[in-house]
């Protein structure tokens, strides 16, 4: 493991490494193919409705299976639960650059959120389990960096792809990446288990039903109508699921997310405050490259380039506020980082235009760039602070799960602000939408910073000299950082 205060270790960065590309592998293909939707419509001759589904069904399974992936990798062993995700992810992959038409391409999509789903939990539980407290919010930085790098270029990798080679390309390119990460992970990262090896089957259940219900009523929302007889079913059966799971969790001996966790509250409160932070990332992602084609008439590959400003602050931004998190806590850097995506966000608002110069949206675009990958690493550290380290995968899960929720949410509220506003007819209009849009993206990050003001206010503990009688076992230390009056600080 090393030292609190040294350099990491081979093994350790070994473990981060591996857990990094990987992860950079599913956040990639999550957006990749928004800039080549075009392309395959006119080889796979598919309709629009299906072509938004090549999107929605990589991330519908992605998002329910989650709280599943980090279970199963308790359960299993994370090591080779990680590598099963990885390997079905490759085949997948292989998939889709195979497909001869656009149902087997959906398919073959939503086979990849599956391995997404138990590769990506993983990713972070691995991590949060190789690196003491003192080391783990650099390392998350650096982890969330390259992530992040993924999530921003995605759309831009893909126009590149698509103008240079073929669309399929986006999709074999994760052949041999998966490949070498199969065979690194399997000789360089040691197995590991959670706590408790009983699988929580009940659990799983619902929660998959219920997350299922409710992440496909916000995607049909749209198409369907937020009124109609399907998506409020959805969303009410979905919640009445997921309420279901949480009164089931309180009861079962061996919850796969015990409720306790929310009595902690760093984690009840970075939790929603991620989501805000993922849900204003997603809705202003899905409209930025769109804004710089249709509204000042740029194609892919230069809507891209513009964006490179916003993707360069994640190399910067996150591993440097990770660190500085270790030493000055989270809350300041979520709530600071959700102020400045709100500050970028609304100057967005108050200047795009059909006519507005690149050079007046370019502060903008740096202020929220380097306010979401402030607040990611600061989040994510302060949630898997507030558990006790053999429970890191659970609360993984939660946190990988909420987080894509507030990707979804974040696309579906922009989507149905733009629509009111806007539309595709003229740039004129598309502009005035767009505005919207990105109104409700600030109100959506002012929200996570209201709610991240609750989260404990804290500061650089000092190492506590040895003792020979601090053998307590490790269940019973509690979390880093934790507020006293957390239930998981008490005996």
Not at 304 to 315: D, E, K
Not at 370 to 375: E, I, R, S, V
Not at 441 to 448: E, M
């Amino acid at each position: 493991m090393g030292s609190g205060e040294g350099r990491m270790t081979s093994e350790q960065a070994w473990v981060l490494g591996l857990a990094s590309l990987a992860s950079f592998m599913m956040a990639l293909d999550s957006l990749v193919v928004t800039t080549t939707l075009s392309t395959i419509r006119h080889d796979l001759t598919a309709s629009v409705e299906s072509l938004e589904w090549t999107v929605n069904a990589y991330n519908l399974p992605f998002a329910v299976l989650l709280l599943t992936g980090a279970a199963l990798g308790d359960r299993f062993g994370r090591r080779r639960v990680f590598v099963v995700g990885l390997a079905v992810f490759t085949v997948a992959s292989v998939g889709c650059a195979l497909s001869p038409d656009i149902g087997t391409l959906i398919t073959a999509r939503a086979l990849q959120g599956v391995g997404a789903a138990m590769v990506l939990p993983l990713s972070l539980t691995l991590i949060s389990t190789n690196f003491p407290p003192r080391q783990r919010g650099r390392a998350m930085g650096l982890y969330l960096g390259i992530t992040g790098l993924a999530t921003f270029s995605g759309p831009f990798i893909g126009g590149v792809i698509a103008e240079g080679l073929a669309w399929q390309w986006i999709f074999w390119l994760n052949l041999p990446v998966g490949l070498a990460a199969i065979v690194l992970t399997a000789r360089r990262v040691d197995e590991s288990v959670g706590p408790d090896t009983r699988f929580d089957l009940g659990g799983v259940v619902l929660v998959t039903s219920g997350a299922f219900g409710v992440v496909w009523g916000l995607v049909r929302g749209n198409a369907a109508g937020w009124g109609s007889a399907e998506v409020l079913g959805a969303l009410v059966l979905g919640v009445a699921l997921v309420t279901a799971f949480v009164r089931w969790e309180q009861r079962t001996r061996t919850p796969m997310l015990p409720m306790r966790f929310f009595r902690s509250r760093a984690f009840a409160t970075a939790n929603p405050a991620n989501f805000a932070v993922f849900a204003s990332l997603y809705g202003t992602l899905f409209f930025l490259a769109q804004y710089f084609q249709t509204a000042l008439g740029e194609g892919p590959l230069g809507a891209g380039l513009r964006l490179m400003p916003w993707t360069a602050t994640l190399m910067v931004c996150a591993p440097i506020a990770g660190a500085l998190a270790d030493r000055y806590g989270e809350r300041t850097f979520v709530v600071g980082g959700l102020l400045l995506q709100t500050i970028g966000t609304g100057w967005i608002a108050l200047v795009a235009d059909t006519d507005t110069g690149y050079l007046e949206l370019l502060p903008a675009l740096v202020v929220s760039g380097a306010g979401l990958t402030m607040a990611m690493p600061a989040a994510q550290k302060a949630v898997v602070g507030a558990v006790r380290p053999g429970e890191v995968g659970r609360a993984s899960g939660a946190f990988m799960m909420l987080r894509i929720f507030g990707g979804v949410f974040g696309v579906a509220v922009s989507v149905a602000v733009f629509a009111g506003a806007g539309g595709y007819s003229s740039a004129e209009e598309f502009s005035e939408g767009f505005t919207a849009a990105m109104s409700a993206v600030a109100a959506l990050a002012f929200t996570g910073l209201l709610v991240a003001l609750g989260m404990p206010g804290r500061r650089p503990a000092a190492v506590p000299a040895p003792s020979r009688t601090a053998d307590v076992p490790p269940r019973d230390v509690p979390p880093r950082g934790e507020d006293a009056t957390s239930p998981l600080t008490r005996s």
